[in-house]
């Protein structure tokens, strides 16, 4: 759900040649990855146990547990070993994992109000700055529970952000982070697309303002994930299906919207190309 997401994907059926699955669970234990969490207060993180499942049973009928915490990597290998049934990853997060266990395959997405996710490296307008070089040894803020804008800001930096610019302020308000630059708090903030269009609706004065210096490469959506062969092909597409009516009652809206989802949609037919395209650009971290 929200920074969960932020997560739900286009399966890849079973073909004749996989072996058969395992018997399908009663309960079916679905990971969260650290990151979708991290900006969540300890009683939205504890709701969550709650909330999802809660989600699950009404509109894909299936009983389901939580279990949160765990990098891509251990989420990966959990998924793999049938400790989790499914798992819930950022896109570029989910791009790493599979890369180490390639039987990985994305189910459905969870979308927010844009689609496609891009970090943004901001500044004020009259700032006189053009880019990352400009800021070397300034202020900034980053946001911190979206793996794309760290990410984005360690690029831009060639390495360590906290090592090329002043100071790396970590924050979850997307306001306070673009309100800081105008306030002269920070020089420049890394936030996405999401955010700003947030903020133009928010202090469209405000807004006008600002400046997107640098804009990153698209990163893929969050995910909801299985293993190949470990459930069975009906409980994926009833979980699945039922996953993609979830934004049609106010009831799911309201419990999708306090995680930022808009909305779980089915695998775009090039998303295995937005995966590898993201690996190239932002390769697994050395563990």
């Given amino acids: 759900m929200k920074n969960l997401i932020a997560a739900s994907l286009v399966l890849a059926a079973l073909g004749a040649g996989h072996p058969a699955p395992a018997d ?105 700055f053009t880019g990352f070089a400009d800021l070397k040894g300034k202020d900034i803020h980053v946001l911190s529970a979206r793996e794309h804008c760290r990410l984005f800001a360690d690029k831009g930096a060639g390495g360590d952000a906290r090592e090329f610019f002043g100071k790396v302020l970590p924050t979850n308000n997307t306001e306070e982070a673009l309100d800081n630059i105008l306030r002269g708090k920070v020089h420049a903030s890394v936030v996405d697309n999401a955010a700003m269009e947030s903020y133009d609706e928010l202090q ?36 699945r299906d039922g996953m993609l009516r979830a934004n049609q009652t106010d009831k799911g809206r309201d419990a999708m919207a306090s995680f930022r989802i808009a909305a779980f949609e089915v695998v775009p037919k090039d998303y295995a190309r937005q995966l590898a395209d993201i690996v190239k650009a932002y390769p697994p971290p050395a563990k």
């Fill in 204 to 239: 469209p004065g405000r807004f006008k303002r600002l400046k997107a210096l640098a804009k990153s490469e698209a990163f893929p959506a969050a995910v909801i994930a299985y293993s190949e062969g470990a459930l069975s092909q009906p409980l994926l597409d009833k979980f």
């Fill in 24 to 128: 399908d669970p009663q309960v079916i234990k679905i990971g969260i990855v650290d990151s979708l969490i991290r900006d969540l207060s300890p009683g939205k993180q504890k709701l969550l146990e709650t909330e999802f499942p809660d989600l699950v049973k009404e509109f894909t009928g299936f009983n389901s547990m939580v279990s949160q915490g765990g990098d891509p990597f251990t989420g990966g290998m959990k998924l793999a070993a049938g400790d989790w049934h499914l798992g819930v990853f950022q896109g570029v997060e989910f791009a790493w994992a599979q890369s180490k266990e390639p039987k990985l395959r994305p189910l459905t997405i969870a979308v927010a109000r844009q689609k496609s996710i891009q970090a943004l490296l901001v500044a004020g307008k009259d700032s006189g």
